[in-house]
């Protein structure tokens, strides 16, 4: 297979060979003279927080293969060619359970074990308070359990790669150095930590900001507060939910600034009801609303946000929209940052990487959008004529 299309870092017109699965050659194309007609190529997006889609959630207690295959599926059309399938706060046996039937879903399906790079468990050892916990159910935060890290490893095969937990939570320093031994990315998330509280949890070994800007009180003391000591964290990456509507532009300018964008991860976050039309949607024991503007919350308050109806592509337009960084760069915060951090193998438009492939035209103006013309994973044209 041959594609022809423009190099999303350089913009220069190039061809690809596609053999085995893998990119064979990529030399410059003189195919096309009007390079606007191309549309871009980059590494298939990486996201490290899906929640699911369409309505199906990973923490659901009734997930089952066939969802989770659909929803892995789902992202496809989203330029999405590997996830970590997220679970957030429930208990012990739902954790458990959706990370079994994501290990069903891979050993059944060498496709879904091709997307799911690891599984990433947001919470359940998080700040019980009400704004640093979020959405998240006050009734299942608990304190950290290496115990039930164990339960969660057998119960996936050992595909948790990312846990994100607050600093505070009772334990955490033992548990972060334990866990982090084993090859588990600790991120900092949903917390309402002190200073000592985060430069503890990074001597422990926490290496992430989960969502860095959300997850936290809405009023806090000028300085100091946790936002100024994750920014100024060299050991910390940042992952940030460039939707639009989660943070402004002027915080993410300043992440990706304090920072530097090799450092910062685009993450769309996309909820369970990423995908569903404006509308009530009772979930897990309480009522979210998707609002007519794209904002998921929670309907008896309607600020608290539960994750997004974006999905990563959109993401990456828009985060070059509010932050001015160029396309290469925020294709790479949605790619290959994530999998560098992580300790993930790199997929790079290079020969002999995996043929991940997103093919999109970007358009700009008053609603930004990456819009994708095919996605490949592994060789294997999987959306797009
Ligand atoms: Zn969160």
Avoid at 158 to 178: K, P, W
Avoid at 186 to 198: D, P, T, V, Y
Avoid at 284 to 311: P, Y
Wanted: proline content about 6%; some cysteine.
């Amino acid at each position: 297979m041959t594609i022809h299309a423009r190099h999303y870092a350089t913009g220069l017109p190039i061809r690809l060979e596609i053999a085995d699965g893998v990119i064979a050659s990529v030399t410059p194309s003189d195919r096309y003279t009007r390079e606007a007609d191309l549309p871009y190529v980059a590494p298939g997006f990486f996201d490290l927080q899906i929640n699911g889609y369409g309505g199906v959630w990973f923490c659901d207690p009734d997930l089952t293969v066939e969802s989770v295959l659909q929803v892995l599926a789902g992202y496809w059309m989203h330029g999405v060619t590997r996830l970590f399938p997220t679970l957030i706060t429930s208990s012990r046996e739902a954790l458990c359970h959706g990370l079994a039937t994501i290990r069903a879903a891979c050993e059944r399906e060498p496709w879904a074990s091709q997307m799911v790079a690891g599984c990433h468990v947001e919470g359940p050892f998080i700040s019980a308070e009400d704004g640093p916990r979020g959405a998240h159910p006050r009734e299942q935060v608990r304190p950290c359990d290496s115990a039930e890290f164990e339960a969660w490893q057998t119960a996936s095969g050992g595909r948790v790669r990312l846990i994100t937990l607050a600093a505070e939570a009772v334990g955490a320093e033992s548990f972060i150095a334990q866990t982090s031994r084993t090859g588990v990315t600790i991120a900092l998330g949903h917390s309402a930590a002190n200073s000592e509280q985060i430069a503890a949890a990074v001597r422990a070994g926490a290496r992430l900001s989960t969502h860095l800007g959300n997850g936290a009180m809405p009023m806090m003391p000028r300085h100091p507060n946790l936002l100024w000591d994750q920014l100024g964290e060299d050991r910390l990456a940042a992952s940030l939910i460039t939707d639009g509507h989660h943070v402004p532009p002027a915080f993410l300018r300043t992440a990706i600034r304090a920072k530097g964008a090799t450092e910062c991860i685009i993450t769309c976050d996309a909820s369970g009801l990423a995908g569903c039309p404006p509308g009530i949607y009772p979930t897990q024991g309480q009522s979210l609303e998707v609002l007519a503007n794209g904002k998921i919350v929670v309907t008896s308050q309607r600020t608290l946000l539960a994750g997004s109806a974006q999905t990563t592509e959109t993401c990456v337009a828009r985060c070059i929209a509010m932050t001015g960084v160029a396309l290469g760069t925020a294709c790479d915060m949605a790619g290959d940052h994530p999998a560098r951090i992580l300790r993930i193998p790199r997929i790079r438009l290079m020969a002999g990487c995996r043929a991940d492939l997103v093919l999109f035209h970007h358009r700009t103006g008053n609603d930004p959008q990456l819009e994708i013309v095919q996605t490949w994973l592994a060789g294997s044209r999987v959306a797009g004529r």
